[in-house]
Each structure stands twice: as structure tokens, then as C-alpha cells.
């Protein structure tokens, strides 16, 4: 099993930055795919970001294109997700999740998940 753990959520103005981790313990073998997903109150889940852990390649969804950076420090067993300019239509639960696959940003291929961190984008 693996734990995720995710941090550094909070609240901001819109143009502001944040910077989330997630913490992964537990048998972190085999994971292929790690991704930032969230949720908005009242609305489905979606993907944000994926990143191949051998490889490095990332996919971004259209809204984090070119405002937010997946990344993950092996070494670390630590995921991250830096997020600028933000807007109040990024507010939103982050969760972080893994896949023993390389995948994309299709939810269901994704078996472990964390907590969730909240993110509060004020206009």
C-alpha cells in the first residue's frame, strides 16, 4: 500500500502562487504515473497534471498549461505541483494520486490517492 500525503494548500489572491507536496510512504513500488487531480465544489474531479516517473514526461491539463509545473523528486518520494497565477476558478481540493501504469489523466487508472490539500484563490 501507499500513503500519500499532501501539503501546502491555503489561501491566496488571484495572481498569487502556491507550491503543493505530497509526501508518499509505504511500498511506492510499482508506480509508473503520478498526477495533481482536483475537485471544485459542486463539479466532477478532473486532472491537472501527470508526470512519468522513469521517463519525466508530463501532460498538463488546458487550464494548468503554461501557469502550473509538475514535478517529482525521487529521492524524496515526493511530488509536487507549483502553481502561478493562480485564479479563483483554480479553487479547489488537490488531491495527488498514483498509477502502477503510464497513463495520463484518466482517474480510473489511478489506485492510490491522498487526502486532499484545499485551495482557496480570492479575487
Known amino acids: 500500500q501507499v500513503l500519500l500525503v499532501e501539503s501546502g494548500g491555503g489561501s491566496v489572491q488571484a495572481g498569487g502562487s502556491l507550491r503543493l507536496s505530497c509526501q508518499a510512504s509505504?511500498?511506492?513500488?510499482?508506480?509508473?504515473?503520478l498526477a495533481w487531480f482536483r475537485q471544485a465544489p459542486g463539479k466532477e474531479r478532473e486532472g491537472v497534471a501527470s508526470?512519468?516517473?522513469?521517463?519525466?514526461?508530463?501532460v498538463y491539463a488546458d487550464s494548468a498549461k503554461g501557469r502550473f509545473t509538475i514535478s517529482h523528486d525521487d529521492s524524496k518520494n515526493t511530488l509536487y505541483l507549483l502553481m502561478n497565477n493562480l485564479k479563483p476558478e483554480d479553487t479547489a481540493i488537490y488531491y495527488c494520486?498514483?498509477?502502477?501504469?503510464?497513463?495520463?489523466?484518466?482517474?480510473?487508472?489511478?489506485?492510490?490517492w491522498g487526502q486532499g490539500t484545499p485551495v482557496t484563490v480570492s479575487s
Open positions: 494520486a498514483t498509477s502502477p501504469w503510464v497513463t495520463g489523466l484518466q482517474s480510473a487508472r489511478y489506485t492510490h
Open positions: 509505504g511500498e511506492t513500488y510499482p508506480i509508473a504515473t
Open positions: 508526470i512519468n516517473r522513469d521517463e519525466g514526461s508530463t
